[in-house]
């Protein structure tokens, strides 16, 4: 039997609000396609961050998606994709803030700071 007080809130789930051009029933797929950001996320308190997605131009060609993401003592993280596929736009956007959280937390690591000694 697992306890499920030790298992790691769920901070996408919580903390995501879905803007313009997002319907709240798309809310478990779109949860479920951000899990692995979810895991980039668990070193800041729960309710410190927030996670902003939205859509402009939904199914036509200009379409661009926007991913915010707020975190405290740091520039807001913001990531687009103008994809016209709506799946492929959404893991562009979840790749690129993955991409932005692993180099900011290498900034803000001071052991990535010293020089390597031989």
Do not use: W
Request: aromatic share 4%; glycine share 6%; net charge negative.
């Amino acid at each position: 039997m697992t306890d499920s007080t030790s298992e790691p809130p769920d901070v996408i789930g919580e903390r995501l609000i879905l803007g313009t051009g997002f319907a709240e029933s798309e809310r478990p797929g779109i949860v479920e396609r951000f899990t692995t950001l979810g895991k980039r996320l668990r070193s800041y308190s729960g309710d410190s961050v927030e996670l902003r997605l939205s859509i402009k131009n939904r199914d036509r060609a200009e379409q661009c998606v926007t991913f915010e993401c707020l975190l405290p003592h740091a520039e807001p993280l913001v990531a687009t994709s103008a994809e016209p596929d709506l799946p492929i736009a959404l893991a562009e956007v979840r790749d690129d803030l993955i991409h932005q959280l692993d180099k900011l937390k290498t900034k803000r690591d001071p052991r990535h700071v010293r020089p390597h000694r031989p």
